[in-house]
């Protein structure tokens, strides 16, 4: 028993580290989406305390940038009551003011049993490659509208050639 025990205590503190050592936040929630447990990764994620989040639903903690950001927090939530896993972007303001883009993965929480008893989340701060790519986005249309503008520019001359050409070879 004592084996036992001990080897119990030896996984608990391997998972404790793995948890608290990930790159990535994670949440977990119960079946009316109050929160049971989160690590320290996602409290310095969204820049709010461990201690202020448990017991709180997301949507009551987490600051959106968007209304629209809210109500899909709460469809994912009612997704995962039937069972479906899924990921999706937010963007987020911190307490201070700072916004961030965060790619959550949720997938429903079971017990030994296989019944549905809340929401597990995996959040990762994607705000670096959210600017990139807005940045990326921001310089095709810039090179977009630098190409429509270099075509139309050399439209008029081509023509003038064009036209010359057709003259030269009509008097030959």
């Known amino acids: ?10 996984s608990e503190l391997r998972y404790k580290s793995l948890v608290d050592k990930m790159n990535e936040g994670l949440i977990i929630t119960d079946e009316e989406e109050k929160t049971l447990f989160v690590n320290e990764r996602l409290s310095q994620i969204i820049g709010i305390s461990r201690e202020s989040i448990i017991g709180k ?20 939530s009612s997704l ?6 899924d990921e999706y972007e937010i963007e ?4 201070d003011g700072e916004r961030i883009w ?9 017990d030994q049993f296989g019944h549905i008893n809340g929401t597990i989340a995996i959040i990762t701060d ?3 490659r959210k ?12 090179l ?29």
């Open 1 to 10: 028993k004592k084996e036992t025990e001990e080897a119990l205590h030896i």
């Open 57 to 76: 639903k997301s949507y009551e903690f987490l600051q959106v940038a968007h209304a629209d950001y809210q109500e899909l927090i709460k469809h994912k």
């Open 80 to 85: 995962r009551k039937e069972g479906v896993a």
């Open 92 to 95: 987020l303001v911190k307490p």
């Open 102 to 110: 965060v790619l959550v993965g949720g997938a429903p929480n079971t």
């Open 126 to 128: 994607i705000t670096d």
């Open 131 to 142: 600017k990139a790519e807005l940045q990326l986005k921001k310089t095709n249309n810039e």
């Open 144 to 172: 977009d509208a630098f190409v429509y503008k270099a075509s139309h520019d050399l439209k008029g001359p081509l023509a003038s050639i064009i036209g010359v050409t057709n003259i030269a070879r009509d008097e030959v």
